[in-house]
């Protein structure tokens, strides 16, 4: 299970790092829509922010989700341990009762509190278990929204990278005439990288 744990966050850890290489090096030139973060998310949480090149909070989302998702693996083996310890004091006391015609009542009383003490963790390790699970779809449907709404601002954002260089020239006043006479030039550049 560590082993599992480890991997999930080293592939997610190196994920952002594989996608900045390929956007630094292809422009983007297609039109941009929320919905492609929002099913890239649902998809695989974090994956749309990344989409969206929001690193940081991709990473975020896909450790938090890796956690979560570790931890209700690691309820539901939890759970089926107890159950079947819960199975076994069953049958222990259906075999002890069946097997003795007999039986002493301080034995039958120890082993059904013994059952019922396991019915106990059993119960506590689902009603955490259900927490957890709770948890994991709150934080599913709250990145999904999340990511909606930063979708609706990605889609206004400039597509290509870089910045604007903008020189204007304003008009000389000539004091004879009242005329106002433009020289120069306007320059523009836009530099992408």
């Not at 922010?49 to 956690?67: C, D, F, G, N, W």
Request: proline share 3%; glycine share 6%.
């Amino acid at each position: 299970m560590k082993k599992l744990a480890i991997f999930c966050i080293f592939l997610f850890g190196l994920t952002p790092l594989h996608s900045q290489e390929l956007t630094t090096t292809v422009p983007e030139t297609k039109d941009r829509s929320r919905w492609d973060l929002v099913w890239r998310s649902a998809v695989l949480p974090g994956w749309g922010l990344l989409h969206a090149k929001e690193y940081r909070k991709a990473r975020l989302t896909m450790v938090i989700t890796s956690i979560l998702v570790l931890s209700e693996l690691k309820g539901h083996k939890e759970e089926v341990q107890r159950k079947e310890e819960f199975e076994n004091a069953r049958n222990l006391f259906i075999a002890y009762s069946n097997f003795y015609p007999q039986p002493d009542p301080g034995t039958m009383i120890f082993l059904a509190n013994y059952q019922h003490s396991k019915q106990d963790d059993l119960e506590g390790v689902r009603s955490r278990n259900d927490l957890r699970l709770a948890l994991l779809g709150t934080k599913y449907i709250l990145q999904l929204a999340y990511t909606y709404w930063r979708g609706i601002k990605w889609e206004e954002e400039d597509n290509s990278s870089g910045f604007d260089f903008n020189i204007r020239t304003y008009s000389q006043l000539d004091v004879r005439d009242q005329v106002r006479d433009t020289f120069g030039m306007d320059l523009r550049y836009r530099f992408r990288f």
